[in-house]
């Protein structure tokens, strides 16, 4: 019989990774997730979806590497898999290219990808603004099919969902016995941590089934990226910007920028806008905290911050998070036999 209650606050991807991730590996543990919104209708849903990481601040590149070959072998399973089309993930091939020579120009995540090389000059000629540029293969993960995909992974390992909204942690804590906090921006209140503010994201959506090949300049500003049904350009970066209305002139310019790399674009039809809010923080957080209610000391794994490398590494963080409950019910029974 299942004894641990578990609460994972947030239904987009790291929530529904971490909740999947609990209810796999740690048997003894029933999950419940709560979120006001789950997909369609999270900020996942609206990513673009290909795994291809940031480097995050005050975290070390080991931990880092970890989190992103942790996620790319599980979805390269996947991929590999008969759930592939269901679960919305697939290899996408591509390129990288840099107007000026970056710092480092092999980033840490070139091992995890599938063949990892600098591009030729016959290549770069495509691109008379950039002197140089990666080529390789990684993954595409597309949260609309995925996000429903885990959730029925989730139920099939004994897991529940609940549409509520979560506001006190404290309250929660007097009906679990551990707590995932995966709420994203929203632990912008409900911590309250300070360090946690939205990137506004605005892309659109594109009929043009002609591109195979994903194309992103390496400053993030613009990205072309090829997907089942609709190629997805972009984009913006907005820090600090909480609206959610489509902004024309923003529009204008991912279109110009777009066409400025890929010109094929010219006559390609836009067929959608999407607005969204990154949940970003100075760096990601990943670690133990703890509640105390009425004489109970209730775990709390923080798990939030991901900014636009959610998909990249959400796995991985989800892992290291199950990992850190598994640790802290470890001490608990053993100061229980003590």
Not at 46 to 53: F, H, Q, R, T, V
Not at 330 to 335: A, I, T
Request: glycine letters at 10%; hydrophobic letters at 40%.
């Amino acid at each position: 019989m299942k004894s641990v209650k578990v609460a994972v606050v947030g239904a987009g991807v790291v929530g529904l990774s971490t909740a999947v991730c609990v209810a796999e590996t740690l048997p003894e543990c029933s999950v419940t997730v709560l979120a006001e919104k789950f997909s369609p209708d999270t900020t996942s849903d609206g990513a673009a979806g290909i795994l291809l990481p940031m480097e995050f601040p005050d975290i070390s590149i080991k931990r880092q590497h970890e989190w992103f070959k942790n996620t790319f072998d599980h979805l390269l399973a996947i991929a590999f898999s008969s759930q592939a089309s269901e679960a919305g993930v697939f290899l996408i091939s591509g390129y990288q290219v840099f107007k000026d020579l970056p710092s480092e120009k092999t980033p840490f995540w070139a091992d995890v990808v599938l063949g990892f090389r600098y591009m030729t000059d016959q290549e770069l000629k495509r691109f008379p603004d950039h002197k140089f540029g990666q080529a390789f293969t990684t993954l595409k993960c597309e949260c609309q099919s995925y996000l429903p995909w885990l959730q029925k992974r989730l139920l099939a390992a004994g897991g529940q969902v609940l549409q509520a909204k979560v506001s006190d942690l404290q309250e929660l804590a007097l009906d679990f016995n551990a707590i995932f906090n995966c709420s994203g921006l929203g632990s912008l209140s409900l911590l309250p941590d300070q360090c946690v503010y939205p990137v506004r994201g605005q892309i659109m959506h594109l009929h043009a089934p002609w591109l195979k090949h994903f194309t992103r300049d390496g400053d993030g500003s613009t990205y072309i990226y090829p997907g089942v049904s609709s190629v997805t350009a972009g984009g913006t970066r907005q820090q600090g910007d909480w609206r959610l209305e489509l902004d024309n002139q923003d529009a204008e310019g991912i279109l110009e920028r777009c066409r400025r790399l890929e010109p094929s674009l010219k006559s390609a039809r836009v067929t959608g806008h999407w607005v969204g809010l990154r949940p970003a923080r100075e760096t990601l957080r990943l670690e133990r905290d703890e509640l105390k209610i009425q004489g109970r000391v209730v775990p709390l794994v923080h798990n939030y911050g991901h900014g636009g490398c959610g998909v990249s590494v959400s796995w991985g963080t989800a892992l290291n998070a199950s990992g850190l409950l598994h640790a802290a019910l470890g001490e608990k029974m053993l100061h229980a036999r003590l």
